[in-house]
């Protein structure tokens, strides 16, 4: 083999193991890939049926299914994958370039191949791998974003349906109470004694009774409305075959004080953790700048084939950042923008506090309300109630006295269950700030 096919081989040798090269992974990138490994990973399934699901399953199993299912969370999940992947190619070298150059006048004169690799300034790569992994923390943080909203709207939609159908059995239970009294009325009315009274009174029970009519008809049609929530909240489409609708019950969730609220919000809040990792990113865009100034190389050679001895032209250039304006310009433009998340950071908290604020506000409101409903007004119907049915037996009492009590009864657990779904709905916000909404192994995600 002659010298010119020994070094075209050499060169071609060459180019094949760079080809195959592997670099060393960082610290910041490997803890980026194992978090993104050790995160639950959502269904890539569009039409995901919940078949371990039934209509007994506890309500931490239907938000689960959708924080699995739903499609934002997979699309937040995805650009999570997409933005980690990017972290070795912003902090690798650019690919190497194989060279050609040849003097033909009648015949070829020279021949010469060669290899160009580009070198940048001294930490510019390593600066801009921890851009790139800031970059796929906020991809992180949007990721836990999404899972927490889909958890809350699965809540809040198990909510309404809990709400829904214990109205529906209320207004039933109502509106035979209602029919009771007006029986009850109709009868005075036939006997003639307080024939004025009663006619006053059939009036008011008939507008009542049409009133509680046209409520129960709209919850039929409301309990539509809410399925079609709870099914698009679970992540299932219109044309998915209906999961198992849930009777979960609505009762009232204990929350822990205010001050430890706020300390789990300051420390675990989506949007102020999505916000941090947004500064981080501005922090290492500014060390990516300050990187500006420093000139960037490449080297290479390139070897003449058809030299006689051999010839060989090593090249080699130098980037000249001269323009030192623009240099500065480009780090006060990352400055700017790292003052402007920080900013943006702060005020956030800000807002976060009214918010906290008037969640906390709304529960209390309900307590009181709850609890006024609960020890004072139900407690004083039913005595009063134990004294008409007495004095129903002495005579001292008319029948329609104790419907219209028990009509009273049931038009204050209506007042309650207004009150307790106005309560559980703030709740589940005051969880969605503390990032406590998901489930467990979700929640732990959320407050690395």
């Not at 021949?111 to 796929?136: H, I, N, Q, S, T």
Request: charged share 20%.
């Amino acid at each position: 083999m002659n010298l010119s096919s020994a070094i075209s081989l050499a060169c071609l040798a060459s180019a094949a193991l760079l080809a195959g090269c592997r670099t060393t992974t960082p610290a910041y990138e490997q803890h980026a890939r194992d978090r993104l490994a050790a995160a639950p990973s959502p269904s890539p399934s569009l039409n995901s049926q919940p078949s371990t699901l039934n209509s007994e399953s506890p309500s931490s199993d239907f938000v689960r299914f959708a924080v699995l299912h739903h499609p934002a969370v997979r699309a937040a999940y995805d650009d999570w994958r997409a933005a980690v992947a990017s972290i070795t190619p912003a902090r690798s070298l650019p690919d190497p370039q194989f060279t050609f150059q040849a003097d033909i006048t009648d015949t070829l004169m020279t021949f010469m191949p060669g290899l160009m690799f580009d070198v940048m300034g001294p930490g510019k790569r390593a600066a801009m791998g921890r851009e790139a992994a800031a970059g796929a923390e906020t991809a992180h943080r949007a990721y836990v974003a999404a899972v927490l909203r889909v958890a809350a709207e699965a809540r809040h939609a198990l909510i309404d349906l809990a709400y829904v159908e214990q109205s529906r059995r209320l207004y039933g239970a109502t509106i035979h109470a209602i029919d009771e009294t007006l029986a009850l009325t109709n009868a005075g009315y036939a006997t003639g004694r307080g024939m004025n009274a009663s006619f006053a009174e059939q009036a008011r029970l008939q507008n009542e009774a049409a009133r509680h009519h046209a409520h129960h008809a709209a919850l039929d049609d409301q309990l539509v409305a809410t399925r079609a929530r709870f099914k698009s909240a679970l992540g299932l489409a219109p044309g998915d075959a209906d999961p198992p609708w849930p009777d979960p019950g609505l009762t009232a969730t204990t929350l822990p004080p205010a001050d430890e609220l706020w300390r789990r919000t300051a420390a675990a809040n989506p949007d102020l953790a999505q916000m941090r990792a947004m500064v981080d990113l501005a922090v290492a865009s500014v060390e990516v700048a300050q990187k500006s100034g420093a000139p960037d190389f490449s080297v290479g050679a390139m070897a003449d084939l058809r030299a006689n001895p051999l010839m060989v032209r090593p090249t080699a250039t130098v980037s000249l950042p001269i323009w030192r304006d623009k240099i500065a310009s480009t780090i006060a433009a990352a400055g700017a923008r790292r003052a402007a998340a920080t900013e943006r950071l702060q005020a956030r908290e800000l807002e976060l506090a009214s918010e906290l604020a008037q969640q906390i506000f709304m529960v209390r409101e309900s307590d009181r309300m709850l609890a006024y409903i609960d020890r004072t007004a139900l407690p004083n119907l039913a005595r009063t109630l134990d004294s008409l049915e007495a004095g129903v037996a002495s005579g001292a009492s008319e029948p329609v006295a104790i419907a219209e009590t028990r009509m009273s009864q049931l038009d204050l657990q209506h007042e309650r269950l207004d009150a307790l779904r106005d309560r559980e709905n703030a709740v589940v916000d005051l969880l969605l700030l503390t990032a406590a909404v998901a489930p467990a192994d979700f929640n732990h995600s959320s407050q690395e």
